[in-house]
């Protein structure tokens, strides 16, 4: 077998993070323990309405689908939470990383004050309540 296929073919078993949903992720947030229980939890879904309505609802909308009060005059939308293609495409990580980080090239800001428990509450609102 050539040498640089061998390397490429024990490169994709040495890191089997590198091709899953998250992969893109920057490895702090790639590999992030998901608090599934969390997520699912009601109580956790409604501190992260509070958590929304204090600091998202005026870019998202009050019905996730990014038609919030502030939503002109910026590049990029604000994103639709309701949308099913970005549903079927985003994972609790990347909700996560996109609150924790912002986004490049939209007004996403970084929300680095929340703790992180804060965060997986806002996740598990956005993800539970944009169906």
Not at 36 to 55: F, K, N, P, T, W
Not at 70 to 80: A, L
């Amino acid at each position: 077998m050539n040498r640089s296929i061998r390397w490429v073919l024990l490169l994709g078993l040495a890191c089997p993070a590198c091709s899953g949903p998250d992969s893109d992720l920057p490895p702090p947030y790639r590999d992030l323990p998901v608090p599934v229980s969390a997520l699912a939890s009601s109580d956790s879904r409604l501190r992260g309405a509070g958590l929304y309505a204090q600091h998202c609802v005026l870019c998202h909308g009050p019905q996730l689908d990014g038609h919030g009060i502030r939503q002109e005059g910026f590049v990029r939308p604000p994103r639709n939470f309701t949308d099913p293609a970005w549903r079927r495409s985003t994972s609790p990580r990347h909700v996560f990383y996109a609150v924790r980080e912002g986004l490049r090239g939209t007004s996403m800001p970084a929300w680095k004050s929340l703790t992180d428990r804060e965060t997986w509450d806002l996740v598990a609102y956005v993800l539970a309540s944009g169906r």
